[in-house]
């Protein structure tokens, strides 16, 4: 999955039932999805950051850009990144 980080969609990941939902609600639903899970990793990752490089990412609204850069900042923080990713799924009840 993490190879394709740029396909992830937070919707199917997290089985989002959206057969009811208009377009334009599923594009705002996945949005602020991506947007959640990029704070939601950024948070859990940010004592292996820098305050400078913390105070960047934080400005950030794509979730799969701030994953992009903590994968640049943090090495081998694949592993981990998907167990955040399971937490997520939990922590949310989704």
Partial sequence: MLQTLQRFDPIVYL?????????????????????????YILLKF???????????????TDGNEIIRRLQQSIPNME????????????EYHI
Avoid: C, P, V, W
């Avoid at 592993?79 to 939990?90: A, G, M, P, S, V």
């Fill in 15 to 39: 089985s989002i039932d959206t057969s009811s939902f208009y377009e334009d609600d599923i594009k705002a639903l996945r949005k602020g999805l991506n947007e959640k899970i990029g704070q």
């Fill in 46 to 60: 940010s004592q292996h950051l820098s305050e400078g490089q913390f105070e960047a990412m934080s400005n950030l």
């Fill in 79 to 90: 592993d981990k990144l998907q167990e955040e990713l399971e937490n997520f799924k939990r």
